[in-house]
């Protein structure tokens, strides 16, 4: 009996014409992390990676591990490779899962039918593979919402395999798939958690410490150096670079005032960074954070003071009265000289104002405004003398 592994992609399945490239990229690295256990087959079918041992006594169980450690693969489980006749499944699903059955109390079944070429269905499957399980049992009972053990049974194009629940895995896209960066790394837990995010999103990572001593032990520098050395194992291979930073801070430290020391300081490490990223042909330059700045809320947007006779047109609202005759006055915008007209009523044609009147609603008009200057024009020179006369005053003038 056999043992493989089965790896299942997530959202990679969802590609296009380039799906092969990431597939490509998913089997590359898994060889990648098998190699020093041993010699594996790598191959994919229908969304699935399956990796078998071409040796005997290979290490499955770390093998697996490393294999959960790879961006790309959604879930996995261990299985057993069987021909497609039902007899040989029960055998193999007894012999392979039979001593874990014996000690719990509940179980399941459920079947994947890819090969629908297959003659019994997947509730067959299920309803007759649970039957040969409970006559070998008699302990077990059926629960179908929480069982101890969920036995799965997948029929594909060339062969069955048997195996027990899946396993959650890493997710996310292939690295490699998305570029490559420079990922600044500190001594705390922001850098990493950032690192581990962007890996998870297709992107190869190398990274980048500043090292000023004595303000910085070797304790901090070697901490650093564990931290690149656990993010291998997600992010794949990459390289520290480590920068003497003592005589920049210093620098900024005698000639920068003390408010601009902080900003001032990230600032020229995002600049070596920069040049780092571009000698090394990088896409991107990853900051975990942002430079230290007191927070403060943004202000409420505070609406601009417009003038009544330069607001908008409103389907709603129309000047109370006019200087001459509303038959095409436009619309505008409510004001404190203004009146609400519903829109169905009929429109009023309000009547010739005697001279007197005139010269009190010239007060109301801006003299501003380019609508009014023709009309202006047309007045009689006494009016417009007085007009000129008096000082007519804008809200934003």
């Not at 959202?11 to 060889?31: D, P, Q, V, Y």
């Not at 261990?78 to 021909?83: I, K, S, Y």
């Not at 629908?116 to 309803?127: A, D, G, L, Q």
């Amino acid at each position: 009996m056999k043992e493989i592994i089965l790896a299942y992609q997530g959202e990679m399945t969802l590609k296009g014409l380039n799906r092969g490239k990431f597939e490509a990229r998913l089997s590359k690295i898994i060889r990648w992390r098998l190699e020093p256990l041993g010699k594996f087959k790598v191959y994919q079918a229908q969304s699935t990676v399956f990796i078998e041992p071409k040796e005997e006594g290979l290490d499955m169980d770390e093998a697996f591990r490393r294999v959960s450690h790879v961006f790309g693969i959604v879930k996995m489980s261990r299985a057993v490779e069987c021909p497609k006749d039902f007899d040989a499944i029960c055998e193999t699903a007894e012999a392979y899962l039979g001593e874990t059955l014996r000690g719990i109390r509940t179980f399941k079944v459920e079947a994947k039918r890819a090969d629908k070429t297959y003659p019994m269905k997947s509730p067959e499957i299920c309803r007759e593979l649970g039957a040969y399980l409970l006559d070998k049992h008699h302990h077990l009972r059926v629960d179908v919402h929480n069982p101890q053990l969920e036995v799965m049974v997948e029929i594909r194009d060339h062969s069955a395999y048997v195996h027990g629940p899946k396993v959650e895995a890493a997710g996310g896209l292939p690295v490699g798939t998305s570029g490559r960066a420079l990922n600044l790394l500190s001594g705390g837990i922001d850098s990493p958690v950032a690192a581990w995010c962007m890996a998870r999103r297709g992107l190869a990572l190398h990274h980048i410490h500043f090292a000023s001593p004595p303000y910085t032990s070797l304790r901090a520098k070697l901490k650093v150096r564990d931290l690149a050395r656990e993010l291998v194992e997600y992010t794949g291979n990459c390289t520290l670079f480590v920068v003497p930073y003592t005589k920049p801070q210093e620098y900024i430290r005698d000639n920068a005032p003390d408010v601009l020391f902080t900003v001032l300081m990230r600032r020229s490490m995002l600049r070596i960074a920069n040049r780092a990223a571009a000698k090394l042909e990088l896409q991107a330059r990853a900051w975990p954070r942002w430079p230290a700045r007191r927070w403060r809320p943004w202000p409420a947007p505070t609406p601009p003071r417009i003038c009544p006779c330069c607001a908008p047109a409103s389907a709603w609202t129309r000047p109370r009265s006019s200087l001459f005759r509303a038959r095409s006055a436009p619309l505008r915008r409510p004001s404190n000289l203004t009146r609400i007209a519903a829109p169905s009523s009929p429109r009023r044609t309000p009547r010739p104002a005697p001279p007197w009147r005139k010269f009190w609603r010239l007060r109301r008009v801006c003299p501003t405004c380019w609508r009014w200057k023709r009309k202006l024009l047309k007045m009689s020179r006494k009016f417009t003398s007085v007009w000129v006369g008096k000082r007519m005053i804008c809200c934003d003038r």
